[in-house]
Protein backbone atom coordinates (compact mmCIF):
# COMPACT_ATOMS: atom_id res chain seq x y z
CA UNK A 1 0.00 0.00 0.00
CA UNK A 2 1.37 3.57 -0.85
CA UNK A 3 1.94 6.07 1.52
CA UNK A 4 2.30 8.97 -0.89
CA UNK A 5 5.64 9.16 0.78
CA UNK A 6 7.58 9.26 -2.46
CA UNK A 7 5.26 11.90 -3.96
CA UNK A 8 5.77 14.03 -0.55
CA UNK A 9 9.09 14.15 -1.04
CA UNK A 10 9.43 15.21 -4.76
CA UNK A 11 6.62 18.00 -4.06
CA UNK A 12 8.30 19.11 -0.47
CA UNK A 13 5.41 17.57 1.37
CA UNK A 14 2.46 18.90 0.20
CA UNK A 15 -0.92 16.88 0.72
CA UNK A 16 -4.47 17.07 -0.30
CA UNK A 17 -5.83 19.07 2.65
CA UNK A 18 -9.12 16.92 2.96
CA UNK A 19 -8.65 13.67 2.36
CA UNK A 20 -9.66 12.33 5.52
CA UNK A 21 -12.63 10.60 4.73
CA UNK A 22 -13.85 8.79 2.50
CA UNK A 23 -16.42 11.00 0.90
CA UNK A 24 -13.69 13.88 0.88
CA UNK A 25 -11.42 11.66 -1.49
CA UNK A 26 -14.43 10.87 -3.85
CA UNK A 27 -15.23 14.14 -4.02
CA UNK A 28 -11.75 15.19 -4.83
CA UNK A 29 -11.58 12.81 -7.85
CA UNK A 30 -14.96 14.31 -9.10
CA UNK A 31 -13.42 17.26 -8.65
CA UNK A 32 -10.20 16.57 -10.80
CA UNK A 33 -12.29 15.14 -13.72
CA UNK A 34 -14.94 17.64 -13.54
CA UNK A 35 -12.04 20.41 -13.76
CA UNK A 36 -9.79 19.11 -16.64
CA UNK A 37 -13.38 18.18 -18.50
CA UNK A 38 -14.06 21.79 -18.76
CA UNK A 39 -10.39 22.73 -19.14
CA UNK A 40 -9.78 24.30 -16.02
CA UNK A 41 -7.06 23.40 -14.00
CA UNK A 42 -8.30 21.83 -10.31
CA UNK A 43 -7.04 23.26 -6.81
CA UNK A 44 -3.45 22.17 -6.02
CA UNK A 45 -4.06 19.77 -3.49
CA UNK A 46 -6.63 17.79 -5.29
CA UNK A 47 -4.79 17.32 -8.07
CA UNK A 48 -1.74 15.94 -6.18
CA UNK A 49 -4.14 13.41 -4.30
CA UNK A 50 -5.59 12.29 -7.64
CA UNK A 51 -2.47 12.37 -9.66
CA UNK A 52 0.20 10.88 -6.84
CA UNK A 53 -2.13 7.45 -6.55
CA UNK A 54 -1.54 7.47 -9.96
CA UNK A 55 1.61 7.74 -9.38
CA UNK A 56 1.96 5.10 -6.92
CA UNK A 57 -0.57 2.59 -9.24
CA UNK A 58 1.49 2.46 -11.86
CA UNK A 59 4.62 2.53 -9.38
CA UNK A 60 3.76 -0.16 -7.06
CA UNK A 61 0.61 -1.99 -8.46
CA UNK A 62 -2.12 -2.76 -6.45
CA UNK A 63 -5.65 -1.67 -6.37
CA UNK A 64 -6.03 1.73 -7.44
CA UNK A 65 -9.40 2.86 -5.56
CA UNK A 66 -8.53 0.37 -2.30
CA UNK A 67 -5.00 1.00 -1.85
CA UNK A 68 -3.90 3.88 -3.51
CA UNK A 69 -7.01 6.54 -2.97
CA UNK A 70 -8.70 4.55 -0.10
CA UNK A 71 -11.74 4.94 -1.78
CA UNK A 72 -13.34 1.71 -1.48
CA UNK A 73 -16.44 0.86 1.10
CA UNK A 74 -15.86 -1.29 3.70
CA UNK A 75 -16.55 -5.24 2.86
CA UNK A 76 -20.12 -5.74 2.45
CA UNK A 77 -20.97 -2.10 2.04
CA UNK A 78 -23.16 -1.24 -0.99
CA UNK A 79 -21.91 2.58 -1.07
CA UNK A 80 -19.58 2.71 -4.09
CA UNK A 81 -18.20 5.58 -5.15
CA UNK A 82 -20.08 5.98 -7.85
CA UNK A 83 -23.48 6.46 -5.25
CA UNK A 84 -21.23 8.37 -2.95
CA UNK A 85 -20.80 10.41 -6.12
CA UNK A 86 -24.32 10.67 -6.99
CA UNK A 87 -24.88 12.37 -3.71
CA UNK A 88 -22.36 14.83 -3.98
CA UNK A 89 -23.93 15.70 -7.50
CA UNK A 90 -26.91 16.16 -6.09
CA UNK A 91 -25.87 17.78 -2.77
CA UNK A 92 -23.67 20.14 -4.91
CA UNK A 93 -27.15 20.22 -7.51
CA UNK A 94 -29.53 21.71 -4.91
CA UNK A 95 -27.27 23.96 -3.22
CA UNK A 96 -26.95 25.27 -6.55
CA UNK A 97 -30.46 25.91 -7.32
CA UNK A 98 -30.91 27.50 -4.04
CA UNK A 99 -28.20 30.52 -5.15
CA UNK A 100 -28.45 30.69 -8.92
CA UNK A 101 -32.32 30.16 -9.19
CA UNK A 102 -32.43 27.04 -10.42
CA UNK A 103 -29.59 27.44 -13.13
CA UNK A 104 -27.69 24.14 -12.62
CA UNK A 105 -24.51 23.33 -15.03
CA UNK A 106 -24.50 19.90 -16.74
CA UNK A 107 -22.49 17.17 -15.62
CA UNK A 108 -20.51 15.02 -17.90
CA UNK A 109 -20.81 11.24 -17.61
CA UNK A 110 -19.70 8.00 -19.82
CA UNK A 111 -23.10 7.68 -21.14
CA UNK A 112 -22.82 10.78 -22.53
CA UNK A 113 -19.81 9.47 -24.77
CA UNK A 114 -21.87 6.86 -26.55
Not at 29 to 45: S, T
Not at 51 to 59: D, E, K, S
Request: glycine letters at 14%; proline letters at 2%; charged letters at 25%.
Amino acid sequence: MSDGGELQRILGGARAPRASSREDRVAMIGEYVEARLAGRVPDRGVELFVLGGLRAWLNEGGNLTRDHWRTCGRQGSNLTEATLWRRLIGASRSATATQDGGKIGEVYSSKDAS
